[in-house]
């Protein structure tokens, strides 16, 4: 174990895999070098207590940085370039010939897309009928042909137009759609006018036999499913 821990990240990763460096460790991967008189891994720790988390470091904006000893433009656009190479990462594989294989997928997915966003967000990803996925009971054949952020609003409601869904599933030939917003409190927990929105686009949907397999709330590190709830 000691050798294990008085390896450099590069050594460990090499020798034990990548899921063995600690988020401090795999940061200092990133960053690469440290600043005078501070080695990488010590600036990847003091980043990680001052902004309480990867995900709080890597959604932070350039004035959060100010005060940040270390941090410059260089370094910032790293870190950025991070988030941002992890968002399509997911994005490009779900679109790829990989269908959503499981809910923890589809989760996320929908966590790289929303979870950092700073107001209500309402997306959609659009399938057809060629292969196969699983979204909670499900077991349909669905590939995913899109996904599209069709609704932005305030910090705490964004406006939903059901027939705008549905518009764009005939436009893409979609025989299903998976819904999802965020919730930027990071509490997932469905409202009311979750529920009443969602059963609004399901009936909308059913007139042109499009199924609404699910509809997922994103929080911070937390989600909730309405088809794993019984409610659709």
Same mark, same amino acid.
């Given at each position: ?154 910090? +705490? ?18 025989? $299903?759609?998976?819904? $999802? ?47 794993? +709830?019984?409610?659709?």
């Amino acid at each position: 174990m000691d050798d294990e821990l008085a390896l450099l990240p590069r050594e460990k990763m090499l020798n034990f895999g990548i899921t063995s460096l600690t988020d401090a460790e795999l940061l200092a991967l990133f960053l690469r070098t440290g600043t005078s008189g501070k080695s990488v891994f010590i600036l990847a720790q003091e980043l990680l207590q001052h902004f309480g988390s990867l995900h709080g470091l890597l959604n932070a904006d350039l004035d959060e940085f100010r005060y940040v000893e270390g941090i410059g433009l260089a370094k910032f656009a790293q870190l950025k370039g991070i988030a941002e190479l992890a968002r399509r990462y997911h994005s490009v594989r779900v679109l790829g010939d990989n269908p959503l294989l499981s809910p923890e997928m589809t989760k996320d997915f929908l966590q790289s897309q929303l979870s950092d966003a700073e107001r209500e967000i309402f997306m959609v990803i659009f399938l057809d009928n060629q292969h196969r996925v699983m979204v909670i009971f499900l077991d349909n054949q669905h590939r995913v042909v899109k996904h599209s952020r069709m609704f932005s609003g305030t910090l +705490r409601h964004v406006e939903v137009h059901p027939r705008e869904i549905v518009r764009e599933a005939i436009k893409v030939n979609a025989a $299903a759609v998976i819904l $999802a917003h965020n919730h930027p409190s990071g509490c997932a927990e469905p409202s009311k006018a979750d529920k009443e929105i969602t059963e609004r686009i399901i009936k909308c949907c059913q007139f042109m036999d499009i199924r609404v397999l699910d509809h997922f709330i994103v929080g911070r590190g937390e989600y909730v499913s309405l088809a794993e +709830r019984g409610w659709i």
